[in-house]
């Protein structure tokens, strides 16, 4: 269940998504239920962009391998390298540090608490 990114041009608004599955279709936007939502990928301190970390687990077979296969270890890398290497969110910490252990979280994350593209 990777984490995405996704902006909804109806709200205005930038969702974090918990997908089911790596191949998942964008989900309708839980504000307004459109399906219209937007990936995006975020820029990090390290200079790469999202975009080029995603292109390189796609060329990392056996990640890839792990995220089709929902491996909650494999998901956590895939977090870990999508987050730059960065300290998660405390909420999101506790989820990935489990996932790390196997666990598969119950629980989607829903949408990213107090931050809005629109203020940027
Ligand atoms: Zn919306």
């Known amino acids: ?71 909650p270890r494999a998901l956590a890398e895939w977090n870990r390298r999508m987050s730059g290497g960065e300290k998660a969110a405390p909420e999101y910490e506790e989820t990935i540090q489990r996932m790390e252990r196997g666990e598969m979280p119950a629980e989607p994350f829903g949408e990213s608490p107090g931050k809005s593209a629109a203020e940027t």
């Open 1 to 71: 269940m990777p984490i995405y990114e996704y902006w909804c041009p109806h709200c205005r608004r930038r969702l974090t998504i918990y997908l089911a599955s790596f191949s998942e279709p964008a989900p309708p936007c839980p504000q307004c239920g459109r399906y219209d939502l937007e990936r995006r990928f975020s820029t990090f301190s390290t200079g790469k962009t999202s975009q080029a970390v995603y292109e390189g687990i796609l060329s990392d077979s056996q990640l890839k391998r792990g995220l089709v296969r929902n491996d």
